[in-house]
């Protein structure tokens, strides 16, 4: 079965890892804008970076077949130094006509402070006047219900904001059908450490149906493991799900959201003939 992984932070795995997901079957990555693990200084650090998201990560994927895609913002860890984000923010359209670039994120809250909510705001009406999709990251554990409801008014109070081309990821039991009830797509971020594990995210699919829910990996710095996506699906087969029901949840619920970017010009592998490296 064919699979994409709608967030998954390539720069911090090695080459390896390309090619054990093509070997388990991933056509698509898709990479976030996020932290480098320290602070960052200057706009021209991000601009470097996001020179990499652009250039050399596409190449590295596409030695192994995979096609990554990537977004671009100031991440919510960064955000409370305003005066910077501010010059990022400034500095991302130089970027969003650049090839594979879905649109603005992974913007949203880490502890759910003023600096940034007005960071996640202003990067809200970069996104609105550019015409792009958006991807959010909501807090970690004791944080992220009142973040993710903090991040879902200030959405819905701009009616410029396409719910059905904007992603909340991150989601869990207790803030999913918030998210689905918005309009918005969900995604399940598979984690040994804190958000889903393939079980609930499986349990989220039995209790709230697969339509708007995307699943992925994440993929980081951390403990993280970049083929937790197939651990899913094998889930979900243990369990006695449908091949369809489980293909739409990895592969053409990420399709469907990616193709409302005019920066995704993936053609699926059913089209052009080729068949999958492996069976999942």
Sequence with gaps: ?????????????????????AKMGCVVVSEPAFWAGYDRG???GFRDYFEQLTTFE?????????????????????AENVSLSREVIAMIPEFLDRPGVLGIGEIGLNKNTKNEATVFLEHLDLAAKTDE??????????????????????????????????????VEEHTVRHVLDSGFWAGMTLYPVSKCTPARAADIVEMCGPERL?????????????????????????????ESLIRRVVYENPLQFFQQSRGFDFEPPEAS???????I
């Design 58 to 78: 596409s190449r590295r994927a596409q030695s192994y077949g995979i096609r990554h895609y990537t977004w671009l913002c100031i991440n919510a860890k960064e």
């Design 1 to 21: 079965m064919y699979y994409i992984d709608p967030h998954i932070h390539m720069v911090s795995r090695t080459t390896d890892d390309y090619e054990t997901l």
């Design 133 to 170: 999709q958006i991807l959010i990251h909501t807090p970690h554990l004791e944080d992220k219900y009142q973040g993710t409801r903090m991040i879902l008014d200030m959405l819905n109070d701009d009616r410029r904001i396409d719910p059905t081309r904007t992603l909340v990821d991150h």
């Design 214 to 242: 995307l699943v992925n990996s994440a993929g980081d710095w951390g403990p993280s493991k970049p083929t937790a996506v197939p651990d899913f699906i094998l889930e979900m087969r243990r369990r006695g799900h449908s």
């Design 273 to 279: 003939g080729a068949t999958a490296a492996t069976a």
């Design 42 to 44: 200057s706009v021209d």
